[in-house]
């Protein structure tokens, strides 16, 4: 069960693109949306949409440096997001587990009913 | 697929059949997964988890023995699961040998929104890169900005 705030934050990163904007501004930081823009294999105008949801999701913020406007990483926050990721693959990880202990418990008991 | 999330798999010592009983039958369940499961196992049927003391409906979409197994969950009660407002749960359980499973289970949702479609296509196909990577990837530059 997710609240509302993951929810944004989830859908954020989920979209493969907004993925590779996010992975640039991580290796690089302070960088305009033109910058963006010519390191993408989309438009401008997509690149600008991308940004504007990321912001609103709390993982990137932007600043004014004379007449061009700097977007840059809220690191805590997609730190945050990365581990509420890893804890969710985590409870999978368990829960497979759990079942691959049933399934070979029951598989095991029903070889032994065979046998006798 | 867009939006992929996250996908896990596990090889389990047992035929697929009685993997697939773990999985699906709701006494089964109960045990690997929420504390009370109400559902009937057929597609469309709505259902109710509970974990706790929180707990929210669920939505089959896809019952196909003994091989994939899928239901829709994390959408605002009384609302139908549709795209961008639930989660996807799907198992896929393959067969290796008379004796051994593959299960595979995969999490995703939130596709590609107000997008148009040539674009989304040509996105998708560029970057089908799971979770896994990206969270390494993250994972690795967040420990080299702290360490700094």
Known sequence: M???ADDELWSAIADP?????????????????SWLAGHVPF?????SKHLVV????????????????????DADRLDQATQALADVAAQ????????????????????????? | MAGLVIEREVL??????????????????????????????EPGAHGYMQFGDQGGPVVVETVDPPARFSFHWNHPSGEEPVAGNSMLVEFTLTPEGDERTRLRVTESGH??????????QRYTDEHQEGWGE??????????????R
């Open chain 1, 2 to 4: 997710t609240t509302q």
């Open chain 1, 17 to 33: 693109s907004r993925r590779r904007v996010l992975d640039l501004l991580v290796g690089t930081g302070d960088v305009s949306a």
């Open chain 1, 43 to 47: 438009s401008r105008q997509a690149v």
């Open chain 1, 54 to 73: 990321l912001e609103q999701a709390g993982l990137i913020s932007r600043r004014k440096q004379g007449r061009e406007v700097l977007y840059q990483i």
């Open chain 1, 92 to 116: 999978w990880d368990r829960r497979l587990v759990a079942i691959k202990r049933l399934a070979e418990a029951s598989h095991a008991e029903h070889k032994k009913k065979r046998k006798h």
């Open chain 2, 12 to 41: 389990i010592e047992a035929p697929v059949e009685v993997v697939w009983r773990i999985v699906t039958e709701p006494d089964q369940m109960s045990q690997w997964f929420a504390d009370r499961v109400d559902l009937v196992v």
């Open chain 2, 111 to 120: 596709e590609l929104r107000d997008w148009p479609d040539a674009e989304k």
């Open chain 2, 134 to 147: 990206f969270l390494e990837r993250l994972a690795s530059v967040l420990e080299a900005r702290q360490s």
